[in-house]
């Protein structure tokens, strides 16, 4: 089964700074990694996602991730944030080879502070 | 550019009674899925559905649980016996069933029962 953990519940930052979003996965077997965004009160909408190829994806509104594969890790990173990228930003993981169920980590909310 | 919708935004229902969840997919898409996401918790998978039939589901997709595509464009999920615990946001997603396929995340239906 797959896992994911993004260990920072809460990312205060202010505007305009950089931000990096943590994310680490467990799989036995090879996948597709995601980073989804929720503003308030809304759904869910695709950030990027890495499916094979360049470890570095990118995204919509200047974010942009790493695949790690020795580090089993997919950070998100912005180099400049906007009070708009206030959100909830998801990790997700499934198993290559598509329609596969998505497993969610837990979540991280990006404040940012004017 | 084409998208997920879900009906209704919000539904109050009372404990016990029956709600269906309805969703329109991508329309070139071929699989299909519900997820679901507490207050406060992580985004968790219910239920994968591929050419009329379940492909894959959760601990949590019980007996309580169904789901339909009546016809071309629909996707349903009924709870038949609504509990208090089921008050969650619930996600439609669809995906186009080539082996890189995204799924593509309604805005949700928020279920509140009493």
């Known amino acids: 089964a797959q896992s994911v953990t993004q260990l920072d519940s809460q990312v205060p930052v202010f505007e305009e700074a950089p931000v990096e979003l943590r994310c680490n996965y467990s799989?036995?077997?090879?996948?597709?990694l995601f980073w989804y965004v929720q503003y308030p009160n809304q759904g869910l909408q695709l950030l990027l996602k890495?499916?094979?190829?360049?470890?570095l994806v990118k995204g919509i509104n200047g974010f942009e991730a790493e695949f790690n594969k020795s580090q089993t890790s997919f950070h998100l990173r912005k180099p400049s944030v906007h009070i708009s990228d206030t959100a909830e930003y998801f990790c997700?993981?499934?198993?290559?080879?598509?329609?596969?169920?998505?497993?969610f980590g837990t979540g991280t909310k990006l404040q940012v502070i004017p | 550019e084409p998208e997920v919708t879900q009906t209704p935004s919000h539904q109050v229902t009372q404990m016990g009674q029956e709600v269906i969840l309805r969703c329109v997919p991508i329309s070139n898409h071929l699989y299909f899925y519900w997820y679901r996401q507490i207050l406060g918790q992580k985004v968790e998978f219910l239920v994968s559905f591929y050419n009329n039939e379940i492909s894959e589901k959760s601990e949590i997709f019980d007996d309580q649980f169904s789901v339909e595509r009546p016809d071309g464009s629909n996707f349903t999920l009924k709870i038949r016996s609504t509990k208090l615990e089921d008050s969650a946001m619930y996600f439609c997603a669809s995906s186009g069933g080539g082996r890189q396929e995204t799924q593509y995340f309604g805005p949700g239906t928020r279920l509140l029962v009493l």
């Open positions: 997700a993981v499934s198993v290559s080879g598509g329609y596969q169920k998505v497993t």
């Open positions: 890495y499916l094979s190829g360049s470890t």
């Open positions: 799989s036995s077997v090879s996948v597709y």
